[in-house]
């Protein structure tokens, strides 16, 4: 399994002293194996610290460990959350309760019981539906009901130096011709989807794109945005000013 650490720097080697508790599984290192969600979190990591910039560090974990009478270690203690679930949400309530003082209850990991833990993030949306039910107005069966319907990230973390043993650091190489390839492959599929959306020629989609700030971070291998998909880019290229003004010129 590869997985991501979204940040405001590279990390050369994991700190757990260096963590924040009452975190959504406790006080750990987190990391996902989505690198858009990784790229998320370093995004908002330079917001909060004004600092840095976005940086993604990339980890080998062996997957075998997650599975049942399959934990090759035998000494790891792992939780897996399949789904957000009513079981889950509370998990998450405890951790994150500076007030809450049972810490050998099996539904937190305020003591890092757990070595690792896998399971949905939970983000903004759902912080609010759980200040909801931490009021009483919302019953189990009510928040069952709406987590069922919640399409969110996914995270795993690590909470021992045992687990984090787990974690193999990746040394991220490409050879510059496939990085060009593949460069390339992103703007021609950017070029033809603004030619469809837009009705504009080729040429003048070229134009357009080629001179804007999504284009340049492309180009910028330390970025690793030609590692997304063409649909990807497109998307960050349409919130660019320029691009509301080139619609609003063919329309």
């Known amino acids: 399994m590869i997985l991501f650490h979204g940040s405001n720097m590279e990390i050369e080697k994991i700190d757990l002293s260096k963590c924040k508790p009452f975190k959504d ?14 790229l998320i979190m370093a ?11 976005p940086c993604i560090t990339e980890y080998f974990c062996d997957d075998s460990i ?11 203690s792992i939780r897996k959350f399949n789904k957000p679930n009513n079981e889950w949400a509370k998990f998450v309530i405890n951790n994150g309760n500076r007030s809450f003082t049972n810490i050998k209850n099996l539904e937190c990991n305020i003591d890092c019981k757990y070595d690792i833990v896998m399971g949905p993030v939970a983000n903004d949306d759902l912080t609010a539906l759980v200040d ?13 009901r709406e ?13 021992t130096e045992k687990s984090i043993n787990c974690l193999q650091k990746q040394e991220f190489f490409m050879a510059d011709d496939k ?9 021609t599929d950017v070029i033809l989807a603004i030619v469809e959306d837009t009705g504009i020629s080729v040429e003048e989609a070229m134009r357009f794109f080629y001179n804007s700030e999504v284009f340049d971070r492309l180009c910028d291998t330390e970025t690793g945005l030609y590692r997304e998909s063409g649909g990807y880019v ?4 349409k919130t660019e000013k320029e691009y509301g003004r080139l619609v609003q010129i063919e329309q």
């Open 25 to 38: 599984f406790g006080c750990g290192f987190y990391t996902t194996p989505l690198h858009d969600q990784a």
């Open 43 to 53: 995004k908002r990591t330079v917001r909060i610290y004004q600092n840095g910039k």
């Open 66 to 76: 997650f599975s049942e009478g399959k934990n090759k270690t035998a000494l790891l």
């Open 132 to 144: 909801v039910y931490l009021s009483g107005i919302l019953s189990d069966e009510a928040l069952t």
């Open 147 to 159: 987590l069922t319907f919640r399409d969110l990230s996914v995270q795993v973390s690590f909470h």
């Open 179 to 187: 990085i060009r390839f593949m460069k390339d492959f992103i703007t």
């Open 234 to 237: 497109y998307d960050l290229y």
